[in-house]
């Protein structure tokens, strides 16, 4: 498995941003509260529209900082 990073860029991933949207784009976040952002705001995910990186990224978050469990 994968090792999330420890910090992320809210631009880099465009879903993220969308949620985010009181941020700004080049604001940096912990992959904890990256997660939490995902986590809390799941409904608003446009999952269709999440390319491969951040698909990824959100299951790595989902092993680590959530035990496995998206609570959704």
Not at 8 to 19: D, E, F, H, T, V
Not at 23 to 42: M, Q, V
Request: glycine share 4%; charged share 25%; with cysteine.
């Amino acid at each position: 498995m994968k090792t999330p990073p420890a910090t992320l860029k809210i631009g880099q991933y465009p879903q993220l941003a969308l949620i985010a949207w009181s941020r700004r784009a080049d604001d940096i976040i912990t992959a904890s509260e990256a997660f939490e952002l995902y986590e809390s705001n799941w409904r608003f995910i446009e999952q269709e529209s999440l390319d491969d990186d951040e698909r990824e990224l959100i299951e790595v978050l989902t092993a680590t900082c959530g035990n496995g469990l998206m609570n959704v």
